[in-house]
């Protein structure tokens, strides 16, 4: 009986990433993988326009963290400049 794996690495992540002109670290090349691995639809398999996809969304939700973080910034300071003319 014959068994054989398709792999794919980080590379192949920061690759199809700068085709699409998203900047990744190694690190998030490797949380988008990871999340492939624990996500990815059985039926359909990983290719390259998956991959694609969870960059998208990985991209994404780093955009969504920043401006969280970005408001939460703002009203601490905020926050600190009201406390201060009291």
């Known amino acids: 009986m014959k ?6 690495a ?3 992540v920061l690759m199809r990433a700068d085709e699409l002109g998203v900047k990744l670290s190694e690190q998030e090349a490797d949380e988008i993988l990871d999340d492939l691995l624990r996500h990815h639809d059985c ?13 998208h969304q ?3 939700d780093r ?4 401006q969280d973080f ?6 601490d300071e905020q926050r600190y400049v009201n406390n201060q003319n009291k």
């Open 70 to 75: 970005n408001a939460t910034l703002l009203q």
């Open 58 to 60: 990985y991209e994404s």
């Open 43 to 55: 039926q359909i398999g990983i290719c390259w326009d998956t991959i694609g996809i969870y960059i």
């Open 63 to 66: 955009e969504e963290s920043i």
């Open 10 to 12: 980080t590379e192949d």
């Open 3 to 8: 068994t054989i794996s398709i792999i794919w």
